[in-house]
């Protein structure tokens, strides 16, 4: 068995060609062009590449962008108080902050300083305890890739086994809620799990999200799963891979997701439909 490949490149394109016309429309007919704020402290060179693609996705798209840069030591007060500045203008409708922060912030205080109405990260408590009770405002953007990425590929879900390896705020935590609310069985396994293998190989939906390279083999998943791997790491060679063996894997699963050109487009995509929907919101 060689598994079906769920390509997120060329979903996300497909997605960002539709969210592009929406936002055309919106413009025309409502005068209104979506708009999203990132705030970027510090000169980590991982961070400043993945806002210069945030950056990039929003102007292909015909979206509104607005860069602010600061440096390392800059004081928390002066972040804050753009983030306040950027919640008081109605053109805004997306306001992210790039993390990690630097050492004197504390990153929690930052994200609930945003306006949960334009939080499209989707990471104020607000937001997080709406998702928790299934009426959310902005799903997070990797989990919420992740679902279109199962229903580009009509992955059954309801009843379906999901096991879940990896417990952040941002992917573990609310991929689980998302499962569950499509009726899954979800089973979060994490570093203190037992038998990690025991729980990989019931999963008929299997998601990866725990940041160690190749961490899950092919003997350790269900022959005809459906793994999906969020994981991005670099081998000593300098190469990207995920949290799972795609090698391996394959040769199992009955879909995976590659590393690079799987979740990783999904995710900006993402982003965009929540500035978007954000922007759409504002006619209410």
Known sequence: ????????????????ADLAE??????ATQGITPCLAVILV????????????????????GFR???????????PMVVLGKIAE?????DVHGILVQLPLPKQFDADAVLEAIDPAKDVDGFHAENVGALMQGNPRFIPCTPYGVMKMLESAKVPLKGAEAVIVGRSNIVGKP?????????????????QSKDLAFHTKRADILVAAVGRAKMITGDMIKPGATVIDVGINR?????????VDFESCKEVAGAITPVPGG???MTITMLLANTLASAERTLK
């Open 235 to 243: 081998t000593a060679d300098g190469k990207l891979c995920g949290d």
């Open 42 to 61: 510090g000169e980590d060179p991982a961070s400043a590449v993945y806002v210069k693609n945030k950056v990039m996705a929003c102007e292909k798209a």
């Open 86 to 90: 950027l919640n008081a203008d109605p």
């Open 65 to 75: 962008s607005i860069k602010v840069v600061y440096p390392s030591d800059v004081e």
């Open 22 to 27: 929406k936002a055309t429309a919106l413009k």
């Open 175 to 191: 991929m689980a809620m998302l499962l569950l609310a499509q009726s899954c069985t979800v089973t979060v396994c994490h570093s």
């Open 263 to 265: 979740v990783g487009p």
């Open 1 to 16: 068995m060689t598994a079906q490949i769920i390509d997120g490149k060329v979903l996300a394109d497909a997605v960002r």
